[in-house]
């Protein structure tokens, strides 16, 4: 369990994920934070295969926060998660270099949906705050051996939808509508709007 140091505090903050990428946008807009992972397994993103993505991701986002928030009497946890989805089906992260293939075959010259859920839980009293955030991410149409090359560089395996807008991937994106730290994997904006009219009185 690591703690990273801020210059802006919100005190007792739990971060329930152990992505570097979250981690840095909470430190980008400079929140003093606890990372504590949750112990939650995703499962494969076929079991939702009939819900809609921003159930999925609340539901998903309120476990990973519930499981951390039985560690703590007090402190905010953020639990967050994030899918693809495309013509209503979901994409999380490829199991495999040929799942990454697939993914990003199928995504190339579309336009998809990156969803967010997170979840607030006050650890004191159970209070709780949950919601989704929905971008659209436009791609241009890719070829096979740029596809390869990413694939091969590594970024795609942990990455929803097999692609990182903050890394590589970002040459994939025309254009987005919606908050961009969203498709990171955090909405920061909502975020921090819910942060500050949590019960708690905790704010920036």
Known sequence: ?????????????????ASPRRSALLTQIGLTFKIHPSDIVEPPHTVHANKPASEVTQELAALKAAAVTQHYNHG???GADTLVSLDGELLG??????????????????????VTGVALIDAATGEDRVWAETTQVYFRQLNAAEITTYIESGEA????????????????????????FN??????ASLVEHLSNFPSNVGI
């Open 1 to 17: 369990m690591q703690t990273r140091e801020c210059p802006v505090e919100i005190p007792h903050l739990i971060l329930a994920s």
């Open 183 to 188: 498709v990171v994997g955090l909405p920061l």
């Open 93 to 114: 992260k490829p199991t495999d270099d040929a799942d990454a293939l697939a993914m990003l075959s199928r995504l190339s010259g579309t336009c998809h949906e990156v």
């Open 157 to 180: 395996s942990d990455k929803a939808g097999a692609y990182g807008i903050q890394g590589r991937g970002a040459v994939f994106v025309r254009r987005i509508e919606g908050c961009y």
């Open 76 to 78: 905010l946890i953020i």
